[in-house]
């Protein structure tokens, strides 16, 4: 089925410990994004991406880096994990950054840091 | 300052009730786009409906309706008979544009609503 798919579904890292997240689009969306949710903090973005080869900033950017070598990918990384960045990681496409057009959101990954 | 607030946190509601999640937004822009997401239990984010800032019939998805005001700048989601199923997390979110290439969803912090039986 076409979509956004997200590797791995749920992780438990210790503190310091690195890992990539990974995001993988099959319609061609030039624009991604990755977001965490907590509680009561609603979706904030981390990263996001208009197009192979760019990222930029988003509104928590601080102790994650990311990457879009290929138009259909785009990775999460944290060099050395926080307990503060347990949470659920979302990743998210777009055709157009046109105020028309929605997300298609990639199931989560739950991501616990001890 | 918030530029999407969902003023209530959480909601119960009894079963086959209408429901209005609040919803406003801050933007000085002419040209935006509002969205609902729904989010069960099980953690998927769900699209429900969509309005146009300059749509001036009010959206309508199946038992979805978004209660756009835009002088208000509200754009409250209304469920008509509530379903047990509708239980969930339910998000507002707005979009600007389109003159900025690097527009971006902008997210409430969500409303959680209960439906009892």
């Known amino acids: 089925n076409a979509g956004v798919t997200q590797t791995p579904k749920f992780r438990v890292l210790k503190t310091g410990q690195s890992m990539t997240l990974l995001c993988a689009q099959d319609m061609n969306h030039e624009y991604m994004y990755w977001y965490r949710q907590d509680p009561g903090m609603g979706l904030r973005l981390i990263h996001y991406?208009?197009?192979?080869?760019?990222?930029a900033k988003g509104e928590v950017p601080d102790g994650y880096n990311v990457s879009r070598l290929k138009k259909q990918n785009f990775l999460l990384g944290l060099e050395s994990a926080a307990p503060s960045q347990t949470s659920v990681y979302f990743c998210a496409s777009s055709y157009s950054p046109g105020m028309a057009y929605g997300y298609t959101f990639g199931s989560g990954t739950r991501l616990t840091v001890v | 300052a918030q530029k999407i607030t969902q003023t209530q946190p959480g909601m119960f509601v009894q079963e086959k009730e209408a429901v209005t999640l609040d919803c406003t937004y801050d933007t000085s822009d002419q040209s935006y786009g509002l969205f609902w997401y729904k989010q069960p239990s099980s953690g998927e984010m769900i699209f429900l409906i969509y309005q146009g800032s300059y749509d001036e019939q009010n959206a309508t998805e199946g038992r979805y309706s978004l209660n756009f005001q835009k002088a208000r700048k509200s754009a409250n989601l209304v469920i008509s008979a509530s379903q047990l199923g509708d239980s969930a997390m339910y998000f507002c979110?707005?979009?600007?544009?389109?003159?900025?290439?690097?527009?971006?969803?902008?997210f409430g912090k969500g409303t959680r609503l209960h439906i009892l039986p």
């Open positions: 979110a707005m979009r600007e544009g389109p003159g900025n290439r690097d527009d971006k969803i902008i």
């Open positions: 991406s208009v197009g192979e080869g760019t990222t």
